[in-house]
């Protein structure tokens, strides 16, 4: 049994400390061992995105990267989206536009999404199908997904600053 190395990182907002394995991957740090089950194993060779987060300031697929790796930086899960028992903007447009169906790829498809909405906050359908590219969904047909991004955006930009 490898010694474990403790990784300290912000997560959703608050500090968390964790001892893993150095070879222990991300995806599973969150889901087993901070009970952060939003992000979920799809296919751990990063094609599918379900288990995508948002680490610094970048969208990263967390069934590749080792928790080592996130020593000091910030972390946000679909679980941080929510603020107060409020929904995300994003959140709350899935559901509306009716942009998931099994639920499965939801989480890594928002918070990618919800990166994008950060980087431009009116992107094109184009931009959207481009940004959303690396997260595969096997049952919307994606046009639902697209829909909730733009009403995700229309209302984040009516928003008072």
């Not at 948002?54 to 590749?64: P, R």
């Not at 498809?109 to 184009?126: F, G, H, K, V, W």
């Not at 481009?130 to 919307?140: A, F, H, K």
């Amino acid at each position: 049994m490898a010694q474990k190395i403790l990784v300290s990182f912000t997560l959703n907002g608050k500090e968390v400390d964790v001892a893993v394995e150095p070879r222990e991957l991300l995806i599973h740090t969150l889901r087993e061992r901070l009970l952060h089950t939003g992000p979920h194993i799809g296919c751990e060779t990063s094609h599918c995105g379900a288990c995508t987060v948002d680490l610094d300031g970048m969208s990263v697929k967390s069934c590749t990267m080792l928790t080592v790796q996130c020593e000091g930086t910030s972390l946000l899960t679909i679980e941080g989206l929510e603020q107060n028992g409020t929904l995300h903007a994003l959140q709350q447009a899935f559901h509306e536009q009716h942009g998931l169906q099994c639920g499965y790829c939801t989480p890594g498809m928002i918070t990618r999404a919800y990166r994008l909405l950060q980087e431009n906050p009116n992107p094109s359908e184009e931009e959207i199908r481009y940004w959303i590219s690396g997260n595969l969904c096997r049952c919307t047909g994606y046009q639902n997904i697209v829909k909730a991004v733009q009403a995700a955006a229309q209302k984040l930009a009516a928003q008072p600053a």
